[in-house]
């Protein structure tokens, strides 16, 4: 059996996240389609996370196995060819049956944008904030998630993890312009919703309605209730997944 990564991004406005949804287009679905088309066989693809309705990537990958070998290259260019304008293939590759595109990832790097001065052409990739926002307190906070590993505070309720330990290595708010920001948090793994959470809840720190010290005990001894709002989904990305 030839196991092959498919390396995507796409814009998620129009599609109920990445995972197979009963009731509406998914990417992975749209995805195993154009890969049974071209290969002439049903393929199932295994991605290396979920992503909510609306979320985009940046860089998502994932994998599939069958019989046959094929022309990775040539692969990525008829898939170039009919999936629709709002996903991309990067590249198709061959790898050991042993790499696994959700298990053997080890580490997934997100951003979330935000601006602070309206702009028609960021509003469908960034998220216009209204406020003042104390970003060097912001950062002041965000650096406190490195030396935690329990963020059940940021876990959506009900989610069915296992366990809330996450090993965050970076977090940071970075400066692109002169009204543009983004937030990057990387980790080993991510909690369902978890990113919109923090942002949210950073958010209230730079809004100065959470000081750092509560902030901390949020993380600490919180629930997600404790935490911030859940920001829209238009303004995250997943940016990177390393093996």
Same mark, same amino acid.
């Given at each position: 059996?030839?196991?092959?990564?498919?390396?995507?991004? !796409?814009?998620?406005? +129009?599609?109920?996240?990445?995972?197979?949804?009963?009731?509406?287009?998914?990417?992975? /679905?749209?995805?195993?389609?154009?890969?049974?088309?071209?290969?002439?066989?049903?393929?199932?693809?295994?991605? +290396? @996370?979920?992503?909510?309705? @609306?979320?985009?990537?940046?860089? %998502?990958?994932?994998?599939?196995?069958?019989?046959?070998?094929?022309?990775?290259?040539?692969?990525? #260019?008829?898939l170039n060819r009919i999936l629709p304008r709002d996903i991309s293939c990067e590249r198709v590759e061959q790898v050991t049956p042993d790499l696994h595109a959700r298990f053997s990832a080890t580490k997934r790097t997100y951003r979330y944008f935000?601006?602070?001065?309206?702009?028609?052409?960021?509003?469908?990739?960034?998220?216009? %904030?209204?406020?003042?926002?104390?970003? /060097?307190? %912001?950062?002041?906070?965000?650096?406190?998630?490195?030396?935690?590993?329990?963020?059940?505070?940021?876990?959506?309720?009900? +989610?069915?993890?296992?366990?809330?330990?996450?090993?965050?290595?970076?977090?940071?708010?970075?400066?692109?312009?002169?009204?543009? #920001? #983004?937030? /990057?948090?990387? +980790?080993?793994?991510?909690?369902?919703?978890?990113?919109?959470?923090?942002?949210?809840?950073?958010?209230?720190?730079?809004?100065?309605?959470?000081?750092?010290?509560?902030?901390?005990?949020?993380?600490? /001894? *919180?629930?997600?209730?404790?935490?911030?709002?859940?920001?829209?989904?238009? *303004?995250? !990305?997943?940016?990177?997944?390393?093996?």
């Amino acid at each position: 059996m030839n196991r092959y990564f498919v390396w995507i991004g !796409f814009d998620g406005t +129009a599609y109920h996240g990445w995972q197979i949804q009963p009731n509406g287009m998914s990417v992975q /679905e749209k995805l195993q389609q154009c890969l049974s088309t071209l290969l002439g066989q049903p393929i199932e693809v295994t991605g +290396a @996370g979920r992503t909510d309705a @609306g979320v985009h990537a940046r860089q %998502m990958s994932c994998h599939f196995d069958m019989p046959q070998k094929t022309d990775c290259a040539q692969l990525c #260019y008829r898939l170039n060819r009919i999936l629709p304008r709002d996903i991309s293939c990067e590249r198709v590759e061959q790898v050991t049956p042993d790499l696994h595109a959700r298990f053997s990832a080890t580490k997934r790097t997100y951003r979330y944008f935000i601006h602070t001065h309206r702009d028609p052409f960021l509003r469908h990739f960034s998220v216009e %904030m209204n406020w003042n926002l104390d970003f /060097e307190l %912001m950062n002041e906070a965000a650096a406190h998630l490195l030396t935690v590993t329990d963020f059940k505070a940021f876990c959506k309720a009900n +989610a069915d993890n296992k366990t809330t330990l996450c090993e965050v290595s970076v977090a940071r708010w970075v400066k692109t312009g002169e009204s543009t #920001y #983004y937030f /990057e948090i990387a +980790a080993n793994r991510f909690l369902r919703n978890m990113v919109r959470a923090v942002v949210g809840t950073l958010i209230d720190v730079g809004r100065h309605r959470l000081t750092l010290d509560s902030f901390k005990a949020v993380v600490r /001894e *919180g629930t997600r209730s404790d935490a911030g709002q859940s920001m829209p989904a238009h *303004g995250l !990305f997943l940016w990177q997944i390393d093996y």
